[in-house]
């Protein structure tokens, strides 16, 4: 990309696939584009109820308007898993404070206590934390959303494999029936967190695979792709899902597909912004093997982007696990004090 501001393609979900089933070719077209190029994009189409996105995101509104100490029951230091609330100013980017407040969600399952030593991402498993008794509507309205973002993580991930010259469902195997995606309900809010100053999340990849994030119309989410010399802002577009994909697509294609390095501005002071990210993310031992790229293709994968202080994973489990110890150092050393000296 050879100006200097990226602009952020809108694509139709609705229009992936053609009347008998396979995916329409423009839309592929527009896909590969959009995930080579930017590794940003937004979408509309992607079947969501009448009113859910907005609803949702009142119901945010309201938890996070509750009594500190009711929020604090949900205190993500109680939760060996990283799930639950996380007090403002308290997850960190980039060795520094983010301005946000959320809660931490995944899918709900049974710990387990025993799983050997070399795979200790299965203390990623577990229970989540929920305002049942004070905001009941939450926990139904949070997994509802997870469910239709698991349908549509699934079908852009099936989409990126045709786009790659691949069978639609080549990604099938590694997400099989416990995909371990991760769902945030968010709130930044400026001026609150002096550690943080405007930042509401630092500059980062996602490490996952495919990110879907419902923004409301405040604003504030701004990324920079490859090749690109300026931060470009990510409109709010209501009612539409902001697409990106994450390092275990770059590592499997060598760099063709972008894990695209963004940011979040904390909103002017006194100004509440929320969102909801969720993460679209395979079994937890899942290893993800390097795709088998057509030759025009791989003549254009970058390579990649490594970074010495964050080496990229093959290893699913492993990969979100690190993710969650940078984020979470607190909940590492109160629940692994052994898993720090590691």
Not at 15 to 26: C, D, K, L, N
Not at 48 to 66: D, T
Not at 268 to 292: E, H, M, Q, T
Request: charged share 25%; proline share 9%.
């Amino acid at each position: 990309m050879s100006h200097e501001r990226a602009t952020i393609p809108v694509l139709d979900l609705s229009t992936a696939r053609q009347p008998y089933g396979s995916f329409s070719p423009e839309f592929i077209d527009q896909l590969r584009d959009a995930a080579h190029s930017v590794g940003f994009f937004q979408i509309t189409g992607y079947g969501a109820a009448p009113g859910q996105a907005e609803e949702l995101l009142e119901l945010l509104k309201r938890f996070f308007s509750l009594p500190l100490e009711e929020r604090m029951k949900l205190d993500n230091r109680l939760s060996p898993h990283f799930r639950g609330y996380t007090r403002m100013g308290t997850e960190v980017t980039q060795g520094k404070a983010d301005a946000r407040e959320q809660i931490d969600y995944s899918p709900d399952r049974e710990p387990l206590h025993d799983y050997p030593a070399d795979q200790p991402y299965w203390l990623l498993q577990g229970h989540n934390l929920w305002p049942d008794e004070a905001m009941p509507e939450l926990r139904p309205a949070a997994m509802a959303w997870a469910e239709l973002m698991s349908e549509v993580g699934m079908e852009l991930l099936r989409g990126i494999a045709v786009a790659l010259g691949l069978p639609e469902d080549h990604f099938d195997e590694p997400f099989g029936d416990e995909p371990a995606w991760m769902g945030k309900l968010v709130h930044y809010v400026g001026g609150v967190v002096e550690a943080a100053g405007d930042q509401g999340v630092g500059s980062h990849a996602d490490y996952g695979f495919v990110t879907l994030l419902l923004q409301d119309e405040v604003g504030g989410l701004e990324v920079l792709p490859h090749g690109t010399t300026e931060w470009a802002t990510v409109e709010p577009l209501p009612g539409a899902l902001v697409v990106n994909l994450g390092e275990m697509l770059e590592v499997a294609t060598e760099g063709y597909l972008a894990a695209t390095i963004h940011r979040v501005k904390a909103p002017p002071p006194g100004v509440d912004r929320y969102s909801v990210p969720f993460f679209w993310s395979p079994r937890l031992d899942a290893v993800i093997d390097p795709v088998p790229l057509p030759p025009e293709l791989k003549a254009q994968a970058r390579g990649l982007s490594d970074d010495p202080t964050n080496p990229m994973l093959a290893s699913f489990g492993l990969n979100m696990l690190k993710g969650r110890m940078r984020a979470h150092p607190d909940v590492t050393e109160r629940h692994y004090p052994e898993l720090m000296q590691r």
